[in-house]
DNA sequence: CTTGAACCTCCCGCGACGGGAGGTCGTACG
DNA sequence: CGTACGACCTCCCGTCGCGGGAGGTTCAAG
């Protein structure tokens, strides 16, 4: 740790070829006050001094780890006697970058499924795959990121098989009340009160263990169902063939009148 | 789809309640010509239309894949007879979020490793904690990021006990050609020539199968020793007892006048 | 002394909005 | 019928990390 006054200096060409970062950028570290070069020559030009670029080395590596420049600066004002504000930003830092990883994983699920779709031509209708954008976003509103969160973590535990078993019997389910609202059978009759047992036990497996959580998704979904009815009934109905647009709807009520003729 | 005079339509606030978009989002589409509310009042209130507010869920949902506002105008705009610029670009989307999720992954790893060090006050002085952001730095300014993930992937593959082990036969290399710098031993001597092949093979355990790709990282090594040999010295004799801060330089132009020998 | 590269400052632009200022409109209530 | 208040309107500045251009000065080599 020699310090002569020949000490080295170099022109921002210089320092830019050595670190790789533009002189674009150093113009701006300069201007924020992120990395001001030591000196500067009698007619303006900026003279860089080795701990200059080292500074600019230290600022290179905290960027590529994803902080901010005033991330950066704060800890880089206060780091030579205080390590710990730095690492509470990289541990913050690194939760940020795995809660954004485990976002990106779950997107990328979503994406591969929807573009299986479309190449498997599974979905013909350009409308249809259209609507099935719109009801990704309508689901997104009504449940929050946790709720998605939950739901999804259950259906990948239970399996494809499973969860298209459950789908197999709620359809089921349907197609028997449906039969039921057309006979105008009485809501208080026991077949119909146990199939709504039935209907009810279907959505326990996608239960959590928290009854509080269970009931806000309840609530979610009742929300949901309350404000896109016609949307949801459409959809669904357009994919089977026997079931008519207002079927869905009719069946929901009937259900309900059975749930409070219990 | 019958389209009568008596349509709905909702202001510009309803519109926002009902999306979970803001009303500002929603000018800023409208301003953009993202999404325009089919009609305005006299007075210049907007009026959004059932399709209006489809149509921003679909822009919602595409948003949330990450897509630009200009990427869903376009397929916006076309989408109802072109499904394969909309899957193009849900696959290219795709595409990108894993190599951000490769990469976010990557960090996450570099950034444990490093707030475990801070925590295991492995290393206590503030100083050595910097200079070695730096050294990632000059690191990553010396290596391409394939470069990069190649050797990562081959020190996974090794597994830390191996790459410890490589750590502690270079070490081992370095003391007895420190030893033979000390002793003056002529470079065409067999016991320095036999610890230069020592030398030579120890790198080969990290070789990727293409030897372009090797000529490539040695030329990188070698430039990155060039230009920051000080540094690196100073870094690896801090941490050894043995070691002076110019041994190093001294042992690397034997090791080569070696090489040149043979 | 000239030429061309390197350097300087100043300023506009990006993407997707947030937020405030300052004005108009709609409607419910007194 | 007036008035209060919330909802709505347009216009414009700010964000973050620079990129890039204009228009001028300085440096180093020939």
Redesign the pocket.
Known sequence: MHEDGAEQR???????RRTG????????????GLVR?AR????????YTASDVRRLYR?RAL?GFG??????ATVLARSSDDLATLRDLLAAQLAALEAYAARAARLSEQLRDLVGQLDAAVMPEPDQFLTTLEMISVYETYFTEEQREQLARRRTALGDETVEATKMEWLELVRAFKQHVADGTPVDDPRVRDLTARWETIGVAYASPDPQENDQISAAAAALWRDHQEEISTRISSQLDWLAPDDLPKIMEYVERVRQAR
């Open positions: 170099w022109s921002i060409g210089e320092v830019s970062i533009t002189v674009r950028t150093l113009y701006h570290y300069d201007e924020i070069p500067r020559t009698a007619s303006g030009h900026r003279r600022v960027r902080l901010s420049l005033e991330e950066i």
